[in-house]
């Protein structure tokens, strides 16, 4: 049979169509008045679409980039700074912070969990520089309680700030980013945007541009204070990414038509529509018998434990030969016995359910069990259709 290649997994995420031809059409240079425009009205509709009033920074790197740019920008060797950490992205924000010479502390849960907010609030003190924690943790699929992490931090006063990775979170996850005081929320463009890797946005609240110009921590590319003051210009501290720019404004135009032309009510639309894929495909998934992973799952991905005895990697292999679908294995400890199957972006319904078909054949492939054909994707489609239902109903 005709394989089509697709990508399943929590980024690179399926590209939107419009965002890949403005990609390989635009040819401005970037110190032009046609690229100032393009960049001033991107920086615009972004903070539409993060939901923030905030300053809101593009650069061009990944995510980790920011990530850097956040403890760079925001700490000073010495400090004593919190990392909220439950999988391999928690544990990144504590390498970049020793690297930068903070005091680490670490509130550590298993991989698959969140956080009890009385252990947060334990922790959390007026010696705490900052607080780094994931929207979601992509690793193992969990979601975390922004909301009430940030009611911990915002007890402490103006200088303890709140730092989220919402790499994944943001365009699958409802965040309040304003209202709950979130100091610098990170985001990049191969996740909920539909693009292809290349760049990273955050944006950044008044008590965290304060705290820069007090910090000593070393940085040159990464300044935000030199992004923020170029952006004012309409223009970047140093050479953008043009065409990625390009496809970053296509894809905020997809996200408002998805609003009927208004970009928050498009975010909305493309939350919801993660999270009711997400509902789907853990429907699905129980109704093979398989476990889920994380205690509190995201919309972004789900992570699926392998079934006994099956090691994960031979199920991520057989969905690749049999049908050429790329969905993610676990990572660090968990590498083996879990599967990641994500919902992110340009993803929708008839994905949902093709994913969760192939899912029922190669269960059959690589375990000695039967398999009931459509038990998955009847799963899915009676999550829809109550969806459906409820939705007629209210109006």
């Known amino acids: 049979m005709l394989h089509k290649n697709r990508l399943f997994t ?9 965002a890949q031809t403005a990609m390989a059409s635009f040819t401005a240079h970037h110190r032009t008045a ?13 903070k539409e679409f993060i939901g923030t009033k905030n300053d809101v920074l593009v650069l061009a790197c990944s995510g980790t980039g920011v990530m850097e740019a956040s403890v ?3 700490t000073s060797p010495g400090d004593q700074v919190l990392v909220l950490t439950a999988g391999k992205f928690g544990e990144r924000w504590t390498g970049l912070a020793r690297a930068f010479g903070c005091h680490v502390e670490e509130l550590n849960v298993p991989y698959g969990q969140t956080f009890s907010l009385e252990d947060v609030r334990a922790r959390v003190n007026t010696f705490t520089r900052a ?3 994931q929207a979601t943790e992509s690793s193992t699929g969990a979601r975390h309680d922004i909301e009430g992490i940030a009611k911990i931090v915002r007890a ?9 990775d919402a790499i994944t979170g943001l365009g699958t996850t409802h965040l309040d980013v304003d209202k709950w005081g979130v100091d610098v929320i990170i985001g990049g463009s191969q996740k909920a945007l539909m693009m292809p890797p290349g760049l990273a946005y955050c944006a950044v609240s008044d008590r965290a541009w ?6 000593t921590s070393p940085r040159y590319y990464f300044d935000l204070r030199k992004e923020r003051k170029s952006a004012a210009k309409g223009e970047t501290a140093y050479t953008p990414a043009t065409s990625l720019f390009a496809a970053l404004g296509a894809a905020l135009e997809f996200v408002r038509g998805m609003g009927n032309g208004d970009l928050a009510k498009g975010r909305e639309e493309l939350v919801n529509n993660a999270e009711k894929c997400a509902e789907m495909t853990r429907a699905g998934a129980k109704a093979l018998g398989l476990k889920l992973y994380a205690s509190a799952p995201a919309a ?4 699926i434990c392998a079934p006994e005895g099956i090691d994960s990697g031979k199920i991520v292999k057989e969905f690749r030969e049999s049908f050429d679908a790329v969905v993610a294995n676990g990572q660090g400890e968990m590498k083996g016995q879990l599967f990641r199957i994500a919902h992110i972006g340009y993803y929708d319904y008839l994905d949902t359910i093709g994913i969760l078909g192939a899912l029922e054949h190669v269960l059959a492939k690589v375990t000695d069990k039967s398999v009931e ?5 009847r799963a899915a489609q009676q999550v829809y259709a109550r969806s459906v239902e409820a939705v007629l109903a209210a109006r």
Do not use: I, W
Request: charged content about 15%; proline content about 8%; cysteine-free.
């Open 300 to 303: 972004a991905l789900t992570a």
């Open 156 to 164: 402490q006063g103006e200088e303890t700030l709140l730092v989220v």
């Open 373 to 377: 054909y459509g038990a998955a994707v």
């Open 210 to 215: 304060k705290h820069m110009d007090k910090t």
């Open 131 to 133: 607080v780094f924690v």
């Open 10 to 18: 929590p980024g690179p995420t399926p590209l939107l169509p419009a």
């Open 72 to 74: 760079s920008n925001l």
């Open 34 to 46: 046609d690229f100032r425009a393009l960049f001033q009205r991107v920086l615009a509709d972004m």
